[in-house]
């Protein structure tokens, strides 16, 4: 390890989207020694913009953490462009980066997100956050009264097609490969008050012209393989969230799980059950929305600067 005793902080943030921009920026103005540590891979970053967040309603995500860093930089905040792949504890936390770097500090903030894993289904990936979305509430108002289609991943997906209908009174429901049978009486009854269409058969691919989605296309039976095509101007699907946690877990972190993928348990400040390690962001759970991860990186960061100022105190009682 190259580890230079001179690169200890009294903090250090993994991850700089928006939960640990937000801690970066309270710890810098409470005059604590501070890294973040970016590996530049935000969840966001296929989505032009970013919806819900007051004053910043609309804004392009990068242009918004272009902001961040610049904003922590004028508190002295130091962030190198690495990746952490290894943490142990002696006392300070020891970060191993995948330069070979290591840099030590006294308390953490995990902010390393989750990656969306997304249906196997061709042209999925490719029209991911442009016409292929996942999230109404960020990008419902944009679509809203278009031709509507929610690829099914589970009978758990009956939510996200009852839920994109307040955007859109012509939903399509593909159950892809959910049989209809698992479907409850009430998920039928509330997809038909809804006027949502319900379309059994499995997706073959997306119909794509002039670089718009216009239409499903249904797996079939002809010597090409091409089924019926509805035609759709927006897909909605639901992204397998696979939480990057691994230094959390190297750490003993405690986890609990949820139908989202497991995540670390964490207080109302995102204390984990590691001592002085907080976690913020889509790394402790899959709905944390860009004003979420700014709050939770706020709070966690101000509980963490607290926690030294008494630490220090009592040592000095001590003394």
Not at 60 to 79: K, M, Q, T
Request: one cysteine or more; glycine letters at 12%.
């Amino acid at each position: 390890m190259n580890e230079n005793p001179a690169e200890k902080y009294e903090a250090i943030v993994v991850g700089g989207g928006t939960a640990g921009l937000s801690a970066a920026l309270v710890l810098g103005r409470a005059r604590r020694r501070t890294l973040v540590v970016d590996a530049g891979e935000p969840r966001n970053a296929p989505a032009a913009h970013m919806q819900g967040y007051l004053s910043r309603d609309g804004m392009p995500p990068g242009d918004f953490l272009a902001l961040g860093r610049e904003e922590i930089a004028r508190y002295g905040v130091e962030l190198v462009r690495d990746r952490a792949v290894d943490v142990t504890r002696d006392g300070d936390f020891a970060v191993e980066l995948a330069s070979g770097r290591t840099v030590r500090a006294r308390r953490l903030v995990v902010t390393t997100g989750l990656r969306d894993e997304l249906p196997a289904v061709p042209g999925v990936a490719e029209r991911f956050g442009r016409d292929v979305l996942h999230c109404p509430y960020c990008h419902g108002w944009e679509v809203r009264d278009r031709a509507f289609g929610v690829l099914a991943a589970s009978p758990l997906s009956v939510h996200q097609a009852l839920m994109v209908s307040q955007w859109s009174k012509d939903v399509t429901f593909f159950l892809h490969r959910v049989a209809e049978d698992e479907l409850s009486d009430d998920d039928l009854r509330r997809l038909a008050a809804a006027g949502v269409t319900v379309v059994p058969g499995e997706v073959a691919g997306l119909v794509v012209e002039d670089d718009r989605l216009t239409g499903v296309r249904l797996a079939g039976g002809t010597p090409c393989g091409g089924g019926p095509v509805h035609a759709r101007e927006v897909l909605f699907v639901s992204p397998r969230p696979v939480p990057q946690t691994g230094l959390l877990e190297r750490l003993g972190a405690a986890f609990h799980d949820t139908p989202f993928g497991s995540y670390p348990v964490v207080d109302a400040t995102g204390l984990t059950s590691v001592p002085g390690v907080w976690a913020a962001g889509n790394a402790i759970g899959f709905a944390e929305q860009v004003v979420h991860a700014a709050s939770g990186g706020y709070r966690a960061a101000a509980a963490l600067n607290g926690e030294l100022l008494m630490t220090g105190l009592d040592s000095a009682v001590r003394v």
